[in-house]
């Protein structure tokens, strides 16, 4: 029997667009199939907080959508949500040459021996597990995604760095070490951070 490959990708979509677009009430029926049971801040983010956050310029979401080329099936794959802060990192752990790349867009201080600098944070990553989508994109496509994006606006104005948090879990963790993020610091959580298992998140960075 004849086998037929058809062709995929990725679509990505703002979520100010797509309720531009569709209407909030089309928007958030698609928000409401995400599932993500191993991280139910993920999952609770994007069903009650994401456009919100988007509609205040909070943080952006970026939603992902896996698309055969004919266009005849979509599916609704993940999300990564991006935003901007500012952040202090340690001189100590850093390389000489990841500082002398600090150097030119922070501020050093002597005393603390850190770099504060502004930067972009993924401050929510995940795939939606509803109905098998998870299977049609790897974390590695979604990371990528997220990365490019945050370099295609460092394109425009400039910077390096980004970096995120997660939850101390083995699996996360090397998961962002394989591609190439780098442990710099901890921080405790907020009191409105209740969906997140433990009491602190790991924070890496990553600079390209
Ligand atoms: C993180 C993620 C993008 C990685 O995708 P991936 O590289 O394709 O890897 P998988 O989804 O197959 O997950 C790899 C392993 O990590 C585990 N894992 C993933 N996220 C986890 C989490 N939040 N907590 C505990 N374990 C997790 C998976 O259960 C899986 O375990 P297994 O090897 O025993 O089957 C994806 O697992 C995901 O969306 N996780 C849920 C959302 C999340 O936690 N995002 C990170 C926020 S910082």
């Not at 409401?32 to 801040?41: A, R």
């Not at 979401?61 to 901007?84: A, M, Q, R």
């Not at 752990?93 to 021996?113: F, H, M, P, R, W």
């Not at 209740?194 to 998140?201: A, H, M, P, Q, S």
């Amino acid at each position: 029997m004849e086998q037929k490959f058809v062709k995929t990708h990725f679509v990505e979509m703002n979520l100010c667009n797509m309720i531009d677009q569709l209407g909030e009430d089309a928007t958030k029926d698609i928000l409401s199939s995400f599932s993500c049971p191993i991280n139910k801040d993920i999952e609770n983010f994007i069903k009650e907080k994401a456009i919100e956050f988007s509609k205040r310029t909070t943080a952006k979401t970026h939603l992902v959508f896996w698309e055969t080329e004919d266009k005849e099936y979509i599916e609704f794959v993940g999300y990564y949500t991006i935003t901007s802060k500012v952040i202090s990192v340690d001189r100590t752990i850093l390389s000489n040459t990841e500082a002398k790349k600090l150097k030119s867009q922070g501020v050093y201080d002597e005393i603390k021996q850190e770099y504060t600098i502004s930067a972009p944070l993924i401050a929510q990553l995940g795939k939606n597990f509803s109905n098998g989508n998870d299977t049609l994109i790897s974390g590695a496509d979604l990371l990528q995604l997220a990365v490019n994006k945050i370099r295609k606006i460092q394109n425009e104005i400039g910077g390096r760095f980004m970096y995120l948090e997660c939850e101390d879990n083995e699996k996360l963790l090397s998961f962002y070490k394989q591609h190439n993020f780098k442990i710099f610091g901890k921080r405790t959580l907020d009191r409105d951070e209740t969906d997140v298992n433990g009491e602190y998140l790991i924070q890496l960075f990553a600079m390209f």
